[in-house]
């Protein structure tokens, strides 16, 4: 019965002996294929790191961290990191299981008792465990924060009771920030502390990052901070402002260099220990080196039959890459894009950050350096990319080529003032349209959109930059105005999120300034079927009372129309007619006129 055993353990000790066999890398080799990456994606600029154990065994920046001043990168540059991130705001309830008895099996609301989900299934089902894995069936709705944005924790959060879901708890995967929102404010809550001094304390701190951190404020002080790029129609580079996560920070806010994170792979590939310091439970970290929730079927690209069993985890995505466990993810945020891996059984782990927008080169790197350092095969991830940029090109080319249908232009079904107002859902938030210049504008909070009358009451939005209108993305997003019974414009429909039917946005009037002496002209008695309504002034206030309902007060729509607060669909006029004064009700029931006495 014990030679068997004996066996198993000569062949596990033979397997470990071959996992910890020293990588090699041909420095020369890999600078020559990163700059040709760098070149062929057309990247300001990148960094890298690979890590062997407690060792940097490569580190080095290339490109270019600010091109119009010729600041080159290097292994000490700050970049945002995006949602690889998130990592670390689940690492800290890992820790927090040890130091304040947390449990990530529990529904999150004994931690934040004023979460609200959209139904009740969310409410009295969902774990923590389903927020960190991805599959409570709420889609992105990343517009919401997005567009959105806010500095206050609970209001952000308080959005999500909004926020439908496409698909039942636990049946798919779909990613979804707001509940890494969730994690770092249970953080908050146990430690009395908020997600970003935490972050500071349990590992900048102690992991020797001294200069990553955790807001845009603090990048912009670095003195070796990247700045952000996108690539335009595969041809220019374009510099774009920093984007400032604000509220969403534990879902993505850390900004840090490829040096001082090969600190944070260094933790992981050493059990949670950093310098012969537990940072980590070394429990948490056997734990979050599994897989939570399969993607899919499990299968990437039929094309590389070697990537597959795509599953997430505790803020990792998990796979087989060539019969190699792996462990990653990326990051993306304006102007920035990162990949951070990890080969736990070869204790390899692979950090790379570029200053360009959504770039593919983050994966190619990492994926050329894995090959390298697993000594597998190599793939021509060059030769690859060049394909389907070309494949692109020819497709944009076609698009180009082809003549556009030509759009019947129908006209607006209203006035373009009709459209002016407040649009409001409370799980998203409030933006403006109003009219300038004879053209109808969109005005969020960071973002400014013209809106292009497409058909009756169908208009599309073009994002404006420099106070000038991009189309370079082809035709705009479409957004539907809606009427209420009385015709009149009561609410915007927007395709926020592509799992759901549009977002309604409803409708209030643009505030119109009127002092009490423009108002003291609609003062009066008025006689509507031997009825007696009574129109007065009041803090400011023009009000309407009838007799047997309670005082409203009339928000202003124009100089003399006004809205009924309290009433969708409702709203008052002031008229002369054959020289006497009169005020018209508009109502969903139809159109009433009360002349005024005297």
Same mark, same amino acid.
């Given at each position: ?11 596990? $000790? ?64 700050? @970049? !945002? ?129 001294? $200069? ?28 774009? !402002? ?31 220990? @950093? ?15 599994? !897989? ?12 590389? !039959?070697?990537?597959?069993?795509? $599953? ?12 190699? @466990? ?273």
């Amino acid at each position: 019965m014990q030679k068997p055993h004996f066996l198993i353990t000569l062949v596990l $000790s033979f397997l470990a002996n071959l996992a910890i066999a020293q990588p090699k890398i041909d420095a020369k080799k890999l600078d020559k294929k990163l700059e040709a990456l760098r070149e062929l994606t057309q990247t300001a600029g990148f960094s890298v790191a690979v890590v062997y154990k407690d060792e940097i065994l490569y580190t080095k920046g290339f490109g270019y961290r600010d091109v119009a001043q010729k600041l080159k990168a290097d292994e000490h540059t700050l @970049y !945002p990191i995006g949602s690889s991130s998130k990592a670390f705001t689940t690492a800290l309830l890992g820790i927090m299981e040890e130091e304040h008895d947390f449990s990530f099996e529990v529904s999150p609301r004994e931690y934040l008792p004023n979460l609200k989900f959209y139904n009740d299934e969310l409410n009295n089902k969902v774990t923590v465990l389903d927020m960190i894995s991805h599959r409570t069936g709420l889609p992105r709705h990343d517009y919401s924060w997005y567009l959105f944005p806010t500095q206050n924790r609970d209001s952000l959060l308080a959005r999500v009771e909004y926020q439908e879901p496409f698909t039942g708890l636990r049946e798919k995967w779909y990613y979804n920030n707001f509940m890494y929102l969730a994690q770092g404010m249970i953080s908050e809550k146990l430690t009395d502390k908020t997600w970003e001094d935490n972050i500071r304390e349990y590992f900048l701190a102690p992991l020797d990052m001294k $200069s990553s951190n955790v807001s845009i404020a603090e990048l912009q002080k670095s003195a070796n901070a990247a700045k952000g790029y996108r690539l335009q129609d595969f041809e220019e580079t374009i510099l774009m !402002p920093y984007y400032d996560i604000a509220a969403m920070g534990p879902a993505g806010a850390i900004n840090s260099s490829v040096y001082e994170m090969s600190n944070w792979l260094k933790l992981w590939l050493n059990e949670g220990k @950093y310098n012969d310091q537990q940072i980590i439970p070394k429990s948490y970290i056997a734990r979050a080196q599994n !897989p939570l929730m399969l993607l899919g079927k499990g299968v990437s690209d039929p094309q590389f !039959p070697g990537l597959h069993l795509n $599953s997430y985890g505790y803020a990792w995505f998990t796979s087989s890459f060539n019969g190699h @466990y792996r462990m990653e993810h990326g990051g993306n945020i304006d102007g920035f894009s990162a990949n951070v891996c990890l080969f736990p059984s070869d204790d390899i782990g692979i950090v790379v950050l570029c200053n360009q927008n959504t770039s593919a080169l983050p994966g190619l790197a990492r994926n050329l350096i894995s090959e390298m350092v697993l000594g597998l095969e190599e793939t021509d991830w060059h030769e690859l990319y060049e394909k389907q940029i070309n494949e692109a090109k020819e497709s944009m080319k076609k698009m180009e080529d082809q003549a556009p249908e030509e759009t019947v232009y129908s006209g607006v079904a209203h006035n373009l003032v009709d459209y002016q107002g407040y649009y409001y859902h409370p799980g998203y938030g409030k933006f403006k349209i109003y009219l300038q210049n004879d053209s109808l504008y969109a005005r969020f909070p960071l973002d400014t959109s013209y809106l292009k009358p497409l058909h009756y009451d169908i208009f599309e939005a073009y994002a404006v930059e420099n106070n000038r209108v991009d189309t370079s993305g082809g035709s705009g997003e479409k957004i539907n105005f809606q009427t209420n019974d009385l015709g009149d414009i009561a609410s915007v429909k927007i395709k926020m999120e592509a799992m759901l039917d549009p977002i309604v946005f409803d409708r209030s009037p643009l505030d119109l300034k009127m002092d009490a002496s423009d108002l003291e002209q609609f003062v009066g008695n008025y006689t509507l079927a031997g009825t007696n309504l009574k129109v007065s002034v009041k803090d400011g206030v023009l009000r309407l009372f009838v007799p047997s309902q309670p005082e409203y007060s009339l928000t202003p729509i124009s100089k003399n129309e006004f809205s009924i607060k309290g009433l969708t669909g409702y709203k008052v006029r002031f008229e002369t007619r054959d020289g006497k004064e009169e005020i018209v009700l508009l109502q969903p029931n139809g159109t009433f006129r009360a002349e005024k006495e005297g």
